[in-house]
């Protein structure tokens, strides 16, 4: 092993493949089938109710 170095750099693409591959992992542990399933986002208002 030389001075070889690594790109780290995040790129949308490299960012899209990590929240894939997380999901997929997630929804393994759930037992859910993640090519089936619909996922949803919501945002929660941040003001004090």
Do not use: C, F, H
């Amino acid at each position: 092993m030389g001075n070889a170095e690594i790109d780290m750099e995040i790129t949308p693409e490299r960012a899209a493949r990590i929240k894939e591959t997380l999901l997929r992992l997630y929804a393994d542990q759930m037992g859910w089938d993640y090519d089936t399933m619909e996922v949803t986002i919501e945002k929660v208002s941040q003001e004090p109710v």
